[in-house]
């Protein structure tokens, strides 16, 4: 069976065809640029014999539905393609990235499924809007495929009251405003993965599982269900990001406006855009700022302690919330690659049970821990896999589906 996964941004789509028997993937694209110029598609398809054969054209995409009519048309093309009919696709897996408290679950998209995912666009209006603009063609190009919407916030809606609440007047709960989670199927992939790799049931197995990308975030998983998390109501809160701020008093934002003069925009473009790594040291990628810290720049410097520090903290606060923890998982681009930012992060900890391998830890490949022997809590690299976790829940909601 044949899914295709969508993850449709404001002037983007990513998308993955996977054949399900054996988790395959058969080509995997990107649209970008849509609505601008130097619009563009990069079309990768994969051979079971391990060649793979890229396509990149660059041509006029005004829109999202002629961006997704490329991609089918791309994916029945007798060169790049992989299937004869778009009808040959089962089911599209959206992700989705705010379900609010209205989703805990995978769902079947319905008109008023999609009604629900647009009243929830104030909540994320960077990102549910164009999810649903994906949604809606997606819809129209392969009609005959079952739609479903994964929310990057699902996963965490088990989290209880004292650690989804905020201390503001309960009215302000009512309308919404409350911790949320984001990442929630990386979290959530990454947590069976470690539980698989510890050869124990998920529904027994403490993690905190780090999700270290451009976005960051720390997860505390009881039994296979997040109790707490870092990011909130919006993805800015918690760790140092890319370019996100993470934690900042609120009062900051008071003066932003009242003292310095800056509008609402320029304060959210401000703690969104223009802080985090790029703040600190002008750069974002991770390998750029390791590589002038090693030459011995300040702002590289200064910049790495802070974002190491808070991840400390954050484990630090997550091995209280849990009590015991069998590991820590780093995931995401960072977490999978950066052994300076898992040696800091966890450096100092032996007294809470963690303690690193550094020759492990330096060179560390695929899905393994690099925990010294003798440290309490393991620690673990599991490279983590959004696309393939919502393939995986969009095949099992179809399939139950069908049992009905
Ligand atoms: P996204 O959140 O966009 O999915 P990724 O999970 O792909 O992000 O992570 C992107 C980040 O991973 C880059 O900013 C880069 O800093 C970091 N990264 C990738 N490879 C390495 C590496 N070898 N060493 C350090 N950082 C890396």
């Known amino acids: 069976m044949k899914i295709l996964v969508i993850n449709s941004g404001s002037s983007s789509i990513k998308y993955q065809l996977f054949e399900m028997t054996g988790h395959q993937v058969l080509t995997t694209g990107l649209v970008e640029r849509i609505g601008q110029d130097g619009s563009r598609i990069k079309h990768t398809r994969f051979f079971e014999d391990g060649r793979q054969q890229t396509v990149d054209q660059q041509t006029a995409i005004k829109n999202h539905h002629q961006g997704l009519a490329a991609v ?141 990308g451009n976005g960051c975030s720390i997860t505390a998983v009881r039994g296979g269900q997040s109790i707490d998390t870092s990011m909130g109501f919006s993805p800015l809160p918690g760790l140092m990001m890319g370019t996100r701020s993470g934690d900042i008093d609120p009062a900051v934002v008071f003066y932003l406006i009242d003292k310095v003069g800056m509008s609402m925009e320029e304060v959210d473009r401000l703690l969104n855009k223009q802080s985090g790594l790029l703040g600190i040291c002008d750069a974002i990628d991770l390998r750029d700022i390791e590589a002038r810290q090693a030459k011995g720049d300040p702002a590289a410097q ?15 606060a997550y091995m209280a919330a849990l009590g015991r923890v069998d590991a820590l998982v780093f995931t995401a681009g960072v977490g999978e690659n950066s052994a300076y930012v898992r040696r800091h992060a966890c450096d100092g900890l032996d007294l809470l049970g963690v303690s690193l391998d550094q020759t492990k830890n330096e060179t560390a490949k695929g899905l393994t821990e690099i925990q010294a022997n003798g440290s309490r809590v393991k620690v673990l690299i599991v490279p983590t896999n959004e696309e393939l976790e919502i393939a995986m829940q969009t095949l099992a909601l179809i399939e139950a589906e069908d049992k009905v």
């Open 302 to 316: 200064l910049a790495l302690d802070m974002y190491t520090y808070r991840i400390k903290k954050y484990i630090g």
């Open 72 to 212: 089918a048309g791309l994916l029945i093309d007798e060169t790049h393609g992989v299937i004869n009919s778009p009808s040959e696709i089962a089911a599209v897996g959206h992700r989705v990235v705010h379900g609010g408290k209205l989703f805990s679950q995978t769902t079947v998209i319905t008109p008023t499924v999609i009604a629900k995912v647009r009243e929830l666009s104030p909540f994320a209006p960077l990102h549910n809007p164009p999810n649903l603009a994906g949604i809606e063609v997606a819809t129209e190009i392969f009609p005959d495929a079952t739609q479903v919407a994964v929310f990057d916030t699902a996963f965490h809606q088990t989290m209880p009251a004292q650690a989804h609440r905020y201390a503001i007047p309960n009215d302000l709960y009512e309308r919404g405003i409350r911790v949320y989670g984001f990442h929630g199927t990386s979290h959530l992939y990454v947590s069976k993965k470690a539980a698989e790799y510890l050869g124990q049931p998920v529904a027994e197995t403490n993690l905190i599982t780090i999700h270290l």
